[in-house]
Structures are given as C-alpha cells and as structure tokens.
C-alpha cells in the first residue's frame, strides 16, 4: 500500500500559479495510477485529473480547461500537478491518490486520504 503525502500549497493571487506535490512511500510506486482531488468548502471531494503508470494517458476534469497538468516523476515517486491561471474557484484542499486504472479513478472509492493541501486563491 502507498502512503502520500501532498505539499505545494498556498495562497495566490488569480492568475498566478502554483505546482502541487504529492509524495509517496514505498517501492511500488510506479505500479500505481495516481491522481489528484479537490474539495471546496462545503462542497464534496472532486476529481481533477489523473496520470496512468509510466505517464501513458492523462485524464482531466472538464473544469480543468487546459490549465491544470499531472505528472509523475517514477524516480522520486512524486506526482506533480501544476496549476496555471488559478481562479478563486480553485481554492480547495486538494488531495492525491493512487488506484490500478487511471481511466476509473474519477469515480472510485479510497479506503483513506492523506491530509493534503491547501490552495486558496484571491481576487
């Protein structure tokens, strides 16, 4: 099992941007398909994207509009998501988490989260 750790947070103005980075424990990293959520203030956990092993295929929010980008660098298991033009809308805690398929991770259901971290955007 994979332990993640998420980082990179923090309060911007709009427009500015901001790379996330969730790092993970244990060797078997690269096994996994990674993504990355976000949950809003009084709102449910969403989908953002998500990145199969060896960087195949990316999936993304329709939201997400061309301004968010997930990586994975298998070397450091770390999986990165920049965001470019943040909104205030943007302002969410964002998560990462793992999964065998990144095709179906958009509606799968985690056994646990990490704590992970806080973007908050200003107008």
């Known amino acids: 099992q994979v332990q993640l750790v998420e980082s990179g947070g923090g309060l911007v103005q709009a427009g500015g941007s901001l790379r996330l980075s969730c790092a993970a424990s244990?060797?078997?990293?690269?096994?996994?398909?990674m993504g990355w959520f976000r949950q809003a203030p009084g709102k449910e956990r969403e989908f953002v994207a998500s990145?199969?092993?060896?960087?195949?295929?990316?999936y993304y929010a329709d939201f997400v509009k061309g301004r968010f980008t997930i990586s994975r660098d298998d070397a450091k298991n770390t999986v990165y998501l920049q965001i470019n033009s943040l909104k205030p809308e943007d302002t969410a805690v964002y998560y990462c988490n793992s999964g065998s398929v990144a095709a179906t991770l958009k509606s799968a259901i985690f056994a646990s989260w990490g704590q992970g971290t806080q973007v908050t955007v200003s107008s």
């Open positions: 990145i199969s092993r060896s960087s195949v295929t990316t």
């Open positions: 244990g060797r078997t990293f690269s096994s996994y398909a």
